[in-house]
């Protein structure tokens, strides 16, 4: 299968011009369905950059800052405190709505200004839909399994991997059907999470994308519970601040480990204000809890976050030949490669039409069972292959991540870097 948003490089180092005027097409195919789906543009909004990449998504009429520094941003800014989520509000966080029509960029440079770069950030978007630069997340949409082996990658031959583990998707939400379903049985049991609402006769995009990350995490840790949140409905995006009160709910799980296929870019590359606020005053007190985040879809070497945070373990893609794919995004900050491409998995059965180009109005039949690719699936699998570590070794989450990453780093590829393999 080819990655239909990648860019042929010829000998001379130019680019197919038909290849990246398809690109272009389908990064804004999705970011229009993202801002449709969270209800148009007076709530969602794309900051373009000067050669018509994708720079960051965010929430017009709105601005983050710490806390501390929420007072004086606000009455530099004319701004006020969003009071929607109330006591529900991430602390260490707020939320400030700026007056009237003024743009969000333009303010932003104000303040950097006259208090500093990034003390005042926009309410970034997490998607898994496009990413910067003209990829996506997932980096196809789904397709039909045809032929190919289910689950691939096939099951851990220990199945009790994962054993006494529990790890947290979040995600889109979870498809009851599929743990009856004879055609995913690895889903049978312990997997529970918030039910996504799907259409079986017009599958919508993004529907089922945490139950089959579900399915790739049980691929790896067939004995490990799975509780799927649905944190990421509306178009497969979600707002920064409200994702950070949403972790925080699932941390209330107590879980061993935290699977996110999801993310953005950000302003000047900055790192994610909400999430760094969520590291110091949550995270990192659940002793031995691990966050594994997808590297993002752009094919480029720019941060991607939350998974660029040195405390996430960054999972980039590769393909079925064992090279990096050429939609996974790389560089120093990703930590380790696993197979993101031509997985299959559980997947709703019914009819999904497609709705990027060059495939606009091809429908789709699944039964049960979709190929997909992206960083979206790479990263789940590692998920499985700490929870396995983790009941093998009798471990905590931290320590199984930090073993696995050694060895990753000892087996590095070149031009690829480290890299793990599925269970046998």
């Known amino acids: 299968m080819v990655d239909q948003t990648s860019s042929k490089t010829g000998d001379d180092g130019t680019h197919d011009p038909e290849d990246d005027r398809l690109r272009r097409e389908i990064l804004r195919e999705q970011v229009d369905y993202l801002v449709k789906a969270l209800g148009g543009p007076e709530n969602a909004a794309a900051q373009w950059d000067e050669d018509g990449g994708l720079a960051y998504v965010y929430r017009p009429g709105y601005i983050l800052a710490r806390d501390e520094d929420a007072e004086d941003v606000a009455s530099f800014a004319g701004a006020e405190l969003a009071g929607e989520r109330g006591k529900q509000r991430q602390r260490g966080l707020s939320v400030l709505r700026i007056p009237g029509d003024q743009r969000v960029q333009n303010v932003l440079e104000q303040i950097d200004d006259r208090f500093g770069v990034g003390v005042a950030t926009p309410e970034h978007i997490l998607f898994v839909t496009p990413g910067g630069g003209g990829r996506l997340c997932p980096a196809i949409e789904p397709e039909e399994p045809g032929s190919d082996p289910a689950p691939y990658p096939a099951l851990a031959g220990d199945t009790q991997g994962g054993r006494n583990v529990l790890v947290s998707v979040v995600d889109t939400g979870w498809w009851p ?126 941060p991607f976050w ?119």
């Open 177 to 302: 059907p599929a743990a009856t379903d004879p055609a995913s049985p690895w889903l049978a049991a312990d997997v529970d999470g918030d039910p996504e609402t799907i259409d079986p006769s017009d599958i919508h995009p993004y529907a089922g994308h945490g139950t089959f990350i579900a399915g790739v995490v049980r691929t790896q840790a067939p004995s490990a519970a799975i509780y799927v949140e649905g944190f990421l409905p509306v178009g497969g995006a979600v707002y920064e601040s409200d994702i950070v009160v949403q972790l925080g709910e699932a941390l209330e799980r107590s879980p061993d480990i935290i699977s996110l296929s999801a993310g953005c870019p950000t302003r000047k590359h900055l790192p994610l204000m909400g999430f760094e606020v969520f590291w110091e005053r949550r995270l990192r007190h659940h002793k031995g809890t691990v966050l594994v985040a997808a590297a993002g879809n752009d094919g480029h070497r720019l």
């Open 306 to 424: 939350p998974a660029a945070f040195p405390w996430a373990v960054s999972v980039g893609a590769l393909d079925r030949a064992g090279g990096r794919a050429d939609y996974s995004n790389f560089g120093s900050w990703v930590d380790v490669y696993a197979l993101g491409s031509d997985q299959v998995n559980a997947y709703p059965t019914g009819t999904f039409v497609c709705q990027e180009s060059p495939n606009v109005g091809q429908a789709r039949h699944f039964k049960g069972l979709a190929r997909w690719s992206g960083t979206s699936f790479a990263t789940p699998l590692v998920a499985g292959l700490v929870a396995a570590r983790m009941s093998g070794r009798g471990i905590t989450a931290r320590l199984a991540a930090d073993e696995l990453l050694a060895e990753a780093r000892a087996h590095a590829r070149p031009g690829v870097g480290p890299v793990l393999e599925p269970l046998p």
